[in-house]
């Protein structure tokens, strides 16, 4: 059992900021270029920068914006910054909120709200989107009673047209599109889903979170994606992704004003007053909103390009690596500086768990089995040394692939051990098997393999569920 004592005397400052320094000693090094996702890094002078524009706005609060007009300006110039960068029209509106999933929570909650005045007759609104979209769509669906109809993906993992118009229905009110899909990096076909938005009258959200503040800067870009696309309604964008921003700053961003209307909440008749709140928080934090505005101001646009190219170049050359690795191969073709790869010929899970050991992290994909990397300009320093680990960790991994047959014989023992085991000892060797499973999984091809072989029974989720409530343990 955890120590539940509550500290009955303060300890001294500089003691708890030693033990802070010591508690991050086991995290992801992400300055190192080691890691592959979690934190976007462009360089030290950039953080030193906002770490000072943070700090002047540490205990600001944003949630009443007549009490700090700083704050208000400052998100009404990032939205502005934001519409003119992603082309929005005349009437085009927004506002901040705290990362993509709060953007992509609000898009569909005003879409509910906007349907319930427009499209009255409607009792149970779907959304459609692609398999490739971002799991906040289906948390979205899940928090706001939507139906989410998800529909499948192209060969080339873009969203599949004819998949869309035929998921449709009289209750269909939003559907999506990705630029990119977080998978695959690659972008949705965002002009022709905005004909279909246009045919059947519904409200369109473009994905941008990962892409928003990498797209605009790729030197000729040929694609369609932002809010000048016929037929889009909405689109979201994270300043703290490729925007460089500290974590709680993105964009949910409008066509049309009345949808940003529907988005916000009120309630008159609390004794504490009147209360009004444009998005999900309500107390929101002043230094994310001065970070965002700042950074967007330091980089502009030629600082931002510079970044792009130095990602975009880099991530090139990793993908002709891995390209040029007999029994490698990278996952369609990406659009910007992510993208996943897998193998015909190992269990690519094990080629993680390798580069693990070697301080490398590459996040796990399913579905295909895939690892991802999104490659910030941190990731040029690391190349070479990323190839070397690379190669050797391959040989381990292709010698083993013998030992791995084996493994594969365990994997059927244990789904016909699920079949034959009754419900109850089943589950108790599920909690074994979780009890094996370290936080900090450096061995998780197991876990994957496990999981793998629960599919679709509904005890995957289970398996989840339990996995989060022991790790907040
Ligand atoms: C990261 C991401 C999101 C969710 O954003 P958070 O900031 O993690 O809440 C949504 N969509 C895409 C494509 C993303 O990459």
């Not at 519409?83 to 005003?110: H, N, Q, R, Y």
Request: charge should be neutral; charged fraction near 25%; include cysteine.
């Amino acid at each position: 059992m955890n120590n539940r004592e509550f500290p009955a005397v303060g300890e001294a400052a500089e003691n708890l900021l030693k033990q802070l320094e010591d508690r991050k000693k086991d995290d992801l090094q992400w300055q190192s270029g080691k890691a592959f996702s979690y934190v976007y890094f462009a360089d030290g002078m950039i953080t030193q920068t906002l770490k000072k524009a943070y700090t002047l706005f540490f205990s600001e609060n944003a949630l009443n914006p007549s009490a700090f007009p700083s704050l208000r300006s400052m998100e009404i110039e990032v939205v502005d910054r934001c519409l003119g960068l992603f082309e929005g029209g005349e009437d085009s509106v927004g506002s901040m909120t705290s990362g993509g999933t709060e953007s992509i929570l609000m898009a569909l909650k005003s879409a509910k709200e906007y349907a319930k005045i427009h499209k009255p007759h409607i009792e149970k609104p779907q959304v459609i989107f692609s398999l490739s979209a971002h799991p906040a769509f289906n948390k979205a669906c899940d928090y706001f009673g939507l139906e989410p109809k998800i529909t499948a993906i192209n060969d080339d993992y873009t969203a599949n047209l004819e998949a869309l118009e035929c998921a449709i229905t009289e209750n269909t009110i939003l559907i999506v599109g990705s630029a990119p899909s977080y998978p695959q990096g690659v972008v949705d076909p965002i002009t022709e889903i905005g004909q279909l938005a246009i045919k059947h009258n519904l409200l369109f959200h473009v994905d941008a979170c990962v892409g928003g503040f990498v797209l605009p800067f790729i030197q000729n870009f040929e694609k369609q994606w932002n809010l000048s696309v016929p037929g889009v309604t909405s689109l979201s964008a994270d300043i703290h992704k490729y925007g460089f921003a500290s974590k709680g700053a993105s964009v949910i961003l409008y066509n049309n004003p009345d949808l940003r209307k529907t988005q916000f909440y009120v309630y008159t008749d609390w004794p504490g007053g009147m209360y009004g709140s444009p998005a999900i928080l309500g107390t929101k934090p002043g230094g994310a909103i001065a970070v965002a505005w700042t950074v967007l101001h330091l980089l502009g646009r030629s600082g931002y390009e510079k970044l792009v190219n130095r990602s975009m170049e880099t991530s090139r050359k990793f993908r002709s690596l891995i390209n040029s690795i007999e029994g490698l191969q990278v996952f369609g073709q990406p659009d910007m500086c992510i993208y996943s790869f897998g193998s015909d010929q190992f269990d690519i899970y094990d080629l993680a768990d390798e580069m693990h050991m070697q301080g490398w992290l590459m996040d796990r994909q399913q579905n295909p089995p895939a690892l991802h990397m999104s490659i910030s300009p941190v990731h040029a320093k690391v190349f070479e040394e990323f190839e070397k680990d690379l190669r050797t960790c391959i040989q381990k991994v292709k010698r083993w692939n013998v030992a791995s047959l084996k493994k594969q014989a365990q994997l059927t023992a244990k789904r016909g051990l699920k079949k034959l085991l009754p419900e109850k000892m089943y589950k108790r060797l599920q909690d074994k098997v979780l009890e094996n499973i370290d936080v900090d999984n450096k061995r998780s091809a197991a876990m994957y393999g496990l999981i793998g072989d629960l599919k679709g029974t509904g005890e995957t989720e289970d398996l989840i569920r339990n996995f989060l409530d022991k790790t907040m343990k």
